[in-house]
């Protein structure tokens, strides 16, 4: 058991991490000479994914410069680890750009500003995600033509709700700041309900690249559910792994506690389909199964992803978890404020591991790419204060609170940092587009036909690295 510390010891602690790393030290960025190449340390992590589906990740990667970011977690890591850090660990999101946040709705009804992907959480230095995040804004808004000027108000505005976020929780119990909420009043009114985020939903060849509404994924089609196909995010799946996730869906739904294992069995599955949304995973095996509960009009989706190591694991060492599938979900339950009761991890087909959660719609703003400034700012303030309730859970607020203090220099160092990493991120995205013209990466074919995509659960994938197992 973690021996107890007085809310003054976690306070020394704060400030002793200010006596490491000063604050205003988080403005500097500049690339060394011996930085990873970007588009190798993207090519590292192509032996784990379908190879028929890598075409279609970097080109969705090759879009802007936010696309890029969105499916470079793995080259904002190792940037990261080349910097000095604070040493105040928390369990990282590993992946908390502007468009992994959104307006989540538990069972219960309830709407709260959560984090939706951790497939790369991880314990680390709570200012990595701080910086990701700032850097995703930058890069939106100068995305959307906004001046640097706006770009760096709508980062500070992130930065400054984060800081806000742990000051106040800092102050409360245990119990208030664990079950803390974002306020949602000030989500700008451009939203909709979709599992993703304008941004990204049509590809250079108009295809979506997001799951639409639930609601648009299934059919009634002879007094049965079924999936409506949605090419390229959303295909039925082959009937070697359908019948894989039925069988490994049954040994999920065992594993349960007993209240939660009798509700899921109150549900049967009726239908699988294989997804290729989104840009960072795009390649990573994913599926989602149709459940059917009272009747045809009570469905319910699980999704069913393959994980593989975190990409921070590389730079911070082995992790408490050597599942890779637990490692997810114990992150996710830190750190997410909606409670999943279906949330569990699996090993599959020779020994791979996996998840499973409940697929919900997530709402966000409908047309990111056309945010103003203000709204923009709005937007991304929620994002971090969201960000700042899930590092309080999953660290210590108190040390956080007062390493940040009440005063902005954090912020401004954090912005400068950002600013200078979107003129970088633009920069490495040239560099993955010279790397598809020069054949280097494997390009789609304009116009052609989506790839045919093997069983994916029924075999292993050529490059495909072994897994630990528990």
């Not at 690249?209 to 648009?216: D, S, Y």
């Not at 590389?314 to 490692?327: D, K, M, S, V, W």
Request: glycine share 12%; with cysteine.
């Amino acid at each position: 058991m973690t021996a107890h510390r007085s809310p003054e010891e976690r306070a020394a602690a704060g400030r002793a991490a200010r006596k490491r790393l000063p604050r205003s030290s988080h403005g500097a960025w500049i690339p060394s000479a011996d930085r990873p190449d970007p588009v190798a340390t993207l090519r590292r992590q192509d032996g784990g994914r379908v190879p028929e589906l890598l075409p279609l990740r970097y080109a969705r990667m090759a879009a802007s410069p936010g696309a890029f970011l969105r499916g470079a977690a793995a080259v904002t890591a190792a940037d990261l680890a080349a910097l000095p850090h604070s040493g105040l660990v928390v369990q990282l999101c590993g992946d908390a750009h502007l468009l992994n946040f959104g307006l989540h709705t538990g069972p219960d009804g309830t709407e709260v500003i959560d984090v939706d992907d951790l497939g790369e959480t991880f314990p680390g230095p709570f200012e990595w995600d701080v910086k990701r995040l700032a850097a995703s804004v930058a890069v939106t808004a100068l995305d959307n033509g906004h001046d640097a000027a706006a770009a760096g108000r709508s980062t500070s505005a992130a930065v400054l709700a984060y800081r806000s976020t742990m000051r106040r929780l800092a102050g409360l119990g245990e119990l208030a700041a664990w079950y803390g909420r974002v306020d949602t009043r000030g989500m700008p009114p451009s939203t909709a309900p979709g599992r993703g985020h304008r941004e990204g939903h049509d590809d250079a060849e108009g295809r979506r690249t997001e799951l639409p509404p639930l609601r648009h994924l299934s059919e009634a089609a002879g007094g049965r559910l079924r999936f409506v196909a949605h090419p390229p995010v959303l295909q039925p799946a082959r009937d070697a792994d359908r019948s894989v996730l039925l069988k490994t869906f049954a040994d999920h739904r065992s594993t349960l506690a007993g209240e939660r294992r009798r509700l899921l069995g109150r549900f049967h599955a009726v239908d699988a389909a294989r997804t290729s949304a989104g840009v960072a995973g795009v390649g990573v095996p994913c599926f989602v199964v149709l459940l059917e509960g009272r009747d045809a009009g009570d469905p319910l989706f699980v999704e069913f992803k393959e994980a593989a190591a975190s990409v921070l694991e590389a730079h911070l060492g082995p992790g408490p978890h050597p599942h890779a599938g637990r490692r997810v979900v114990a992150g996710s339950c830190l750190v997410r404020a909606v409670d999943d009761p279906f949330l569990g991890w699996v090993t599959g087909p020779q020994g791979r591991h996996f998840t499973w959660r409940r697929l919900n719609d997530v709402r966000g703003p409908s047309e990111v790419p056309a945010m103003s400034p203000a709204e923009l700012r709005r937007y991304a303030a929620l994002c971090g204060a969201a960000l700042g309730r899930a590092h309080a859970r999953g660290g210590d607020r108190i040390a956080l609170a007062v390493y940040l203090g009440a005063g902005d220099s954090f912020d401004r160092a954090v912005r400068d940092f950002a600013l200078r990493y979107a003129d970088r991120t633009a920069a490495d995205r040239a560099a993955l587009l010279a790397a598809l013209s020069s054949g280097t990466l494997p390009a789609a074919c304009r116009g052609g036909p989506e790839p045919p995509v093997p069983e994916l659960l029924t075999g292993r994938r050529s490059g495909t690295g072994p897994h630990r197992t528990a």
